[in-house]
């Protein structure tokens, strides 16, 4: 995407009405917008539009520990003086979530919290004057987010709650909806994304990096497709992504540099902004640092990073000899001063910056790379091991300095794509959804507590001393999905919780 930075702003509509006769009552707070007065203008909707945008930053900042640190690709810089995140952070790394794990309510509410702001902008935007060309590519992008919301949602739960209209006026109603059938939500998230791609752009100008083009959405339509192994769909989908104008950059370097931040390779990424006071800025190197490097890996020397999110000894020797995405992707620069012993970081979201704890990092949410895999593997499943699929995958092992893939059966050919979306996509939030597509509950039980045998026999990083307890690492088919919160199902007891909570 070729477009502008998005600058977010901070917009607090108000959209509850009371009823008294004290006229004092009726003022209204200067500091908040009536949102009956708002949605008039084109400047309205780009605000409200940004707002919306706004929310990604909170939702991504957050998801290495959903879609990351449960995997076999992360663990933690373990910190035996401090256990107070072990209930919170470690219970996804050890597998013992639960509905009180105040991660995941914490999650669940800020994608409904953007959801309901979603909706209540369509809902304006289908009664608001402005131009049609503006109205129909709010729509596009609205839609597209709703779809991305709903599409991760059935991936952490599988039922969802579905609300796709507001609630402004009757927020009691809240509570009394139900979870729908995951297919029931598959279907909205199909028709939104099916409407984003007629409304958007293929392109925007200069004015308007970040945000969502039609490119996305047919790329997260493939993903769709491919999640629900419709693999004709899926091909015929993310073929339209090819002409689009997406190339991938000759360097993998290039794809993370802040410096290059939307190229020919980016087709969705979260944006962020450091150097600043804006508020706009990332710090992921600040949580993914070994929790002792200080200013060795941030260059910081107040520095006090979270040691979370740390490539496993599994993931590290998942590279190839000679690919050059590993050196980029992982440091292995850093000893512990207590231990001696490397203490692995993930690297490709480290960069300099100029202003302590506010870096320029973007977030990548969709790349070329991806579409490329994506499209190897439904050929793949649809065709067998063709020419094409074999272009696809090895377009991407070019780059990373590897040989190109011939010669293999179909289930050998599955496998390796898979493990190039590993290597490709590391640390990028897809690995959770990955395993979680690619295997039955069961199997993917049995793959994880191998990769956990593996893992408590040499771990990643020194426990010094501190053993394993019994419930450590112990997966259960059920856990394929994450529990409803506890106190959802508390305020609604209409709710169901998912089986084995």
């Avoid at 289908?126 to 991305?148: E, I, M, N, P």
């Avoid at 970040?210 to 339509?221: D, M, N």
């Avoid at 979270?306 to 490539?311: D, H």
Wanted: hydrophobic residues 35%.
């Amino acid at each position: 995407m070729k477009n502008r930075i998005i600058i977010i702003l901070g917009i607090s509509l108000s959209f509850i009405g009371y009823s008294c006769k004290k006229d004092f009552l009726y003022k209204t707070d200067p500091t908040r917008i009536d949102s009956d007065k708002f949605y008039k203008t084109e400047t309205d909707i780009e605000q409200a539009i940004n707002g919306v945008y706004g929310q990604l930053q909170g939702i991504v900042n957050n998801q290495w520990l959903f879609n990351e640190l449960p995997s076999d690709n992360t663990t933690i810089d373990f910190n035996p003086g401090d256990r107070g995140q072990a209930p919170s952070i470690e219970a996804f790394e050890f597998w013992q979530v639960n509905g009180g794990t105040g991660n995941i309510a914490g999650m669940y509410n800020s994608y409904y919290n953007a959801l309901y702001n979603i909706n209540n902008a369509l809902a304006k935007l289908d009664a608001s004057t402005v131009a049609d060309s503006v109205k129909s590519t709010s729509v596009g992008q609205l839609k597209f987010l709703r779809g991305y919301y709903y599409f991760e949602l059935t991936q952490y739960f599988g039922d969802v709650v579905l609300i796709t209209d507001p609630i402004l006026n009757e927020p009691s109603k809240a509570w009394d909806y139900l979870r729908e059938p995951q297919e029931k939500v598959y279907a909205q998230i199909e028709n939104d994304l099916k409407e984003a791609i007629s409304l958007l752009p293929a392109n925007y100008n200069s004015a308007n990096t970040g945000r969502v083009t039609k490119g996305a959405a047919l790329t997260l339509l493939g993903k769709f497709y491919l999640t629900k192994k419709q693999y004709a769909e899926a091909v015929t989908t993310l073929n339209q992504v090819l002409s689009l104008g997406y190339s991938l950059l000759p360097s993998y370097a290039d794809v993370f540099d802040p410096a290059k931040k939307n190229g020919v390779e980016s087709i969705f990424e979260v944006q962020y902004q450091g150097g600043n006071d804006l508020g706009e800025w990332s710090s992921f190197i600040y949580t993914f640092a070994p929790r002792l490097s200080e200013d060795a890996v941030t260059g910081w020397p107040q520095s006090n990073p979270g040691g979370w999110n740390i490539p496993t000894k599994d993931m590290i020797g998942a590279y190839e000899e000679g690919d050059l995405r590993k050196s980029i992707s992982i440091g292995l620069d850093f000893k512990s001063p207590i231990t001696g012993l490397v203490v692995p970081y993930i690297k490709k979201y480290n960069h300099p910056h100029t202003i302590y704890g506010r870096t320029d990092d973007n977030w990548p949410v969709l790349r070329y790379s991806d579409a490329l895999l994506m499209l190897a593997e439904a050929t793949n499943e649809q065709n067998g091991p063709t020419a094409e699929a074999y272009d696809y995958v090895n377009k991407v092992r070019q780059r990373a300095g590897l040989e190109p893939l011939s010669g293999l059966d179909q289930s050998s050919l599955r496998e390796k794509i898979i493990h190039e979306r590993r290597v490709e996509l590391a640390f990028e939030n897809w690995r959770w959804f990955d395993l979680k597509r690619t295997k039955t509950p069961e199997e993917l039980a049995k793959f994880l507590n191998a990769y956990a045998a593996t893992e408590k026999a040499n771990p990643t990083t020194s426990r010094q001393g501190i053993p394993y307890s019994n419930s450590d690492y112990i997966f259960e088919p059920f856990e394929a999905k994450y529990p409803i919160p506890s106190n959802e199902i508390l305020v609604n007891n209409k709710l169901t919780q998912n089986a084995g909570y």
